[in-house]
């Protein structure tokens, strides 16, 4: 096995090392502390292995992205969300006979308790559909509690796939005042969830065959994407033993921020700002090499990705195709090309690798199909979501699992004497 040498005042410590199948190499510092005394720092982790995973491969240099060994350019060509679904979660592509039943399961879970409608009732019509989003899976745990019954746990995640897509759009339904709509059990997953987005109980609505199909390679684009931060957070909650609604609902709380999930609503947000600035890209541009401006340009960089986000790559095809099917035009879209197009040529970004990522061109797609602003992060989550159980049911069936608990490099005050109310001041 290799090992790593780590000289220390005097001492040499041999650390072993770890290669990944495809060819990863990671020091193995378990043992660092207790035959040192050293902790290592790393904000952010960005140079942190926290596990042994499976599940999803990235080469961010190559542009590569993975998941259980396949290309994501296979899967969007070729398998339905679904089926991405099981092979994340089960490991393997399904047979027929397994994704039909695994498709049963999913339809005969998708109704909610009637007691949890009440719930939507209580937040105000303002209510952001991630927070609600985040709230209704942690109440789910209140109906089905968790077991150290496998069969149990396994049930729990058909449950949650099945009815994450129906608290997404009653959240919706409750945001606009409109009668909720039932899921029905003869329609895909995602035009279920389509259906139950857009359909009125007043007249007959028919799912586009084309925004089914969409929206179907965008879930699945949003499926998996290894240690991610939300991921993260469903691991590191998971691990102290929490039960797994209670773990994914804190991983949608992660993804609901600006610099993760909730990037694609804020790159829509800042091509409308740039629309009704009279369309001045340079501008932004600059502000967001402006050292002394917080503004960041949405939808570019990423931690991994220092070539291209081929998600990216996959959404930009889809929108070309999308927009000539329709025969639309978003002045949105324009906006997004010129300012992609300045970014590439200019200087500060090329140097610091910065490229749009899978949230850069995603908006653009969800408001052609006429999906509002607040919900994009929703979906987000709907189609990250059976990579967050795969995740959180790798991390509990993991020998090598233990509580998250990271150490700190203390620089506050030493010891002090206390000093007491009226001596202060
Ligand atoms: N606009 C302008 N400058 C940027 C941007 C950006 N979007 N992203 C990174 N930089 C600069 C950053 O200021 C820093 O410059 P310097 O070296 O001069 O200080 C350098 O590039 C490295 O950035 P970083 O913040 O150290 O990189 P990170 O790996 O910690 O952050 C990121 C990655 C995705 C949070 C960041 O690129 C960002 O904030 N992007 C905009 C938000 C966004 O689009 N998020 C979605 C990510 S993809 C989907 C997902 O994961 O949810």
């Not at 040529?345 to 653009?364: A, H, M, T, V, W």
Request: proline share 6%.
């Amino acid at each position: 096995m290799p090992t790593a040498k780590l000289i220390l005042d005097d001492t040499t410590v041999e650390l072993p090392v770890i290669v990944g199948t495809e060819g990863e190499r990671a020091i193995d510092i378990r043992k660092l502390r207790a035959q040192t005394g050293y902790i290592t720092y790393d904000p952010g982790l960005a140079n942190t292995g926290s596990c042994q995973s499976s599940i999803t491969f990235i080469d961010g240099e190559a542009g590569v992205l993975r998941y259980r060994g396949y290309a994501i350019e296979d899967l969007v060509e070729h398998s339905s969300f679904v089926e991405v679904c099981y092979l994340l979660i089960y490991g393997e592509l399904p047979t027929r006979a397994q994704l039909e039943q695994f498709q049963d399961r999913l339809t005969h879970h998708s109704l909610l308790h009637e007691d949890m409608k009440k719930f939507f009732e209580g937040y105000p019509p303002s209510a952001h559909p991630m927070s609600v989003l985040s709230a209704m899976v942690a109440s789910l745990s209140t109906y089905y509690p968790d077991s150290t019954d496998p069969e149990i746990t396994e049930l729990n995640m058909i449950r949650l796939l099945a009815k994450l897509k129906t608290i997404a759009a009653f959240s919706y339904k409750k945001s606009i005042g409109q009668p909720y709509i039932y899921p029905r059990n003869d329609l895909s997953y995602t035009a279920d969830f389509l259906h139950m987005m857009f359909a009125v109980p007043s007249e007959p609505y028919e799912v586009p065959p084309l925004f089914e199909k969409v929206l179907d390679v965008l879930l699945i684009l949003h499926a998996d994407h290894e240690q991610n931060c939300s991921t993260s957070t469903v691991r590191m909650v998971g691990s102290s033993g929490a039960d797994l609604f209670a773990s994914i609902s804190a991983g949608i709380s992660a993804l609901s921020g600006p610099l993760h999930g909730g990037a694609n609503q804020a790159v829509i947000q800042m091509l409308e700002a740039i629309r009704e600035d009279g369309g001045n890209y340079q501008k932004y541009l600059e502000k967001a090499k402006d050292p002394n401006d917080p503004f960041r340009l949405m939808g570019f960089g990423h931690r991994v990705y220092k070539n291209f986000d081929p998600r990216a790559r996959l959404i930009k095809k889809l929108v070309d195709q999308v927009f000539n099917e329709m025969g639309i035009n978003d002045p949105l879209l324009e906006i997004a090309q010129k300012l992609e197009e300045a970014a590439l040529k200019d200087e500060y970004f090329i140097e610091r690798k910065l490229y749009p990522n899978i949230d850069f061109y995603s908006g653009i797609l969800y408001r052609a199909m006429g999906i509002p602003t607040n919900m994009y992060t929703v979906l987000f989550a709907m189609g990250r979501l059976p990579g967050w159980i795969a995740q959180w049911k790798e991390m509990r069936e993991d020998p090598h699992t233990r509580i998250y608990r990271p150490r700190q490099i203390y620089q506050g005050s030493t010891h002090r004497p206390y000093v007491p109310i009226d001596q202060r001041g």
